[in-house]
């Protein structure tokens, strides 16, 4: 009894040290239980495929090869309602009837966020793009967007000196007065460049060309990196990081 006694002692003045374990432990396996078993929400949306591409992998190189394709199915048989069409990106595509879309302007944040699409689309997590900054969507919409009616003309007239730089040359220089190929990626980002920065930066700097070279060449950065980050593996972030 003696012993009995001494051991009970002894485990009473160790069960402080091991509660915290136990803890934990419990803590852990209810998440699991939690986490793994509780129901999808989306799992009642019906997704494009099913029958056709059984599986997760199966569906994603769909995706990669016959989007078009999945999208219009989607659309035939669910118009008015809501699918879902797999990508090679973590979440599902949601597309929404347009009946729907004031309810969605409605949902806050935590239920629909930009940022969070943003942040899987471009791998923020690998290239450190910083996404949640509330100055960016508050300039666009307190100061931007009410001011698109006194910006706009010159908007269109930064439109016009930019396809006079950008694309004439090309026509004028070509031995059709009508046709004239053109690498339309590299002209657009520039045109682009010079359309944005009249507004942001003023009339002379946005034709500097150590702006230009600076906003097409973050433009093109951003997009390599997002490329490089690949599918299956991700690259390391000290290589894919993009310099502000």
């Not at 990508?87 to 969605?104: C, D």
């Not at 980002?189 to 946005?206: N, Q, T, Y």
């Not at 973050?218 to 390391?236: H, L, N």
Request: aromatic residues 10%.
């Amino acid at each position: 009894m003696a012993l009995l006694a001494q051991l009970a002692h002894s485990a009473s003045a160790l069960l402080p040290l091991f509660l915290p374990s136990i803890a934990a432990i419990i803590a852990f396996a209810l998440f699991q239980r939690f986490h793994f078993f509780a129901p999808n929400p989306l799992s009642n949306i019906p997704t494009v495929g099913d029958e056709e591409y059984p599986g997760y992998e199966k569906k994603r190189q769909a995706y990669l090869t016959k989007a078009k394709d999945l999208y219009v199915e989607g659309y035939n048989k669910f118009k008015h309602g809501l699918f879902r069409i797999v990508t090679p990106n973590a979440s599902s595509v949601i597309v929404v009837s347009p009946s729907f879309l004031g309810e969605l302007q409605k949902l806050p944040d935590d239920v629909v966020s930009f940022d969070a699409a943003i942040d899987e689309t471009m791998h923020t997590k690998y290239t450190l793009l910083t996404t949640h900054e509330a100055v960016l969507p508050h300039t666009v919409k307190s100061s931007l967007t009410p001011a698109l009616p006194r910006l706009n003309p010159q908007i269109s007239e930064e439109v016009q000196i930019a396809f006079s730089q950008e694309i004439a040359p090309l026509i004028s220089d070509s031995s059709s007065s009508d046709w004239a190929p053109v690498n339309i990626n590299s002209k657009l980002l520039r045109i682009v460049a010079k359309v944005s920065g009249r507004v942001f930066i003023g009339p002379e700097l946005c034709q500097d060309e150590r702006y230009l070279s600076a906003a097409v060449g973050y433009t093109v950065s951003v997009m390599e990196a997002r490329s490089g980050r690949g599918e299956d593996e991700p690259v390391a972030p000290a290589f894919c990081r993009v310099a502000p």
